[in-house]
């Protein structure tokens, strides 16, 4: 055994493992509901490894980091504050991915997505006025309630087809969207 530096104290602690024991570099050791991280970099025998490790560290904190992408939707000209808004999340093929319920503020609604790979995406929602995660629809079929789909699109009688709602997402990205509303 080693002894190796509790990370937030500074002070020695004397169950940290050796690597000729054929232990992981890192272990974590569960010591009266404190965590220590011990690994062979912080042990007294091998302290110019610390400036070896490191910059590793930061290298593969970057790399993770650098996979990971948030969209930021808002959707604005909602009718009301009541309800709130549906809103299905998709990846390029249709599959859905998240489903959200959000409420509305000011007649606008924000929905935040983190830790996304950049690729391409779709969404669709609507406006649940009357809260009961069904669209309303008048006797003809069309929607009672607002919606709205990823990059505004609009069909003639008929939801636009999926390939138009289909976007790039390869950066931090705020799309906003103006909510439709069918009166008759």
């Not at 959200?100 to 669709?124: A, Q």
Request: glycine fraction near 8%; proline fraction near 4%.
């Amino acid at each position: 055994m080693h002894k190796c530096r509790d990370l937030k104290s500074g002070t020695l602690v004397k169950r940290c493992p050796s690597l000729t024991q054929g232990r992981h570099s890192l272990s974590l050791a569960l010591n009266e509901k404190m965590i220590f991280l011990c690994s062979f970099f912080w042990c007294r025998h091998w302290p110019g490894l610390r400036l070896f490790f490191i910059p590793i560290l930061f290298a593969l904190t970057y790399m993770t980091a650098q996979g990971q992408v948030t969209l930021r939707v808002v959707i604005q000209n909602l009718k009301n504050d009541t309800g709130n808004i549906l809103f299905e999340f998709m990846d390029g093929s249709g599959k859905q991915q998240k489903g959200f319920t959000e409420n509305i503020l000011n007649k606008e609604c924000v929905i935040t997505i983190g830790e996304l790979k950049p690729g391409k995406y779709s969404f669709r929602y609507f406006h649940d006025e009357n809260a009961n995660k069904k669209m309303e629809t008048y006797w003809i079929g069309a929607p009672k309630e607002g919606f709205g789909f990823s990059n505004n699109p609009m069909g003639r009688l008929m939801p636009p087809a999926f390939e138009d709602t289909v976007f790039d997402l390869k950066r931090d990205t705020t799309v906003v969207c103006k909510i439709h509303y069918i009166r008759f």
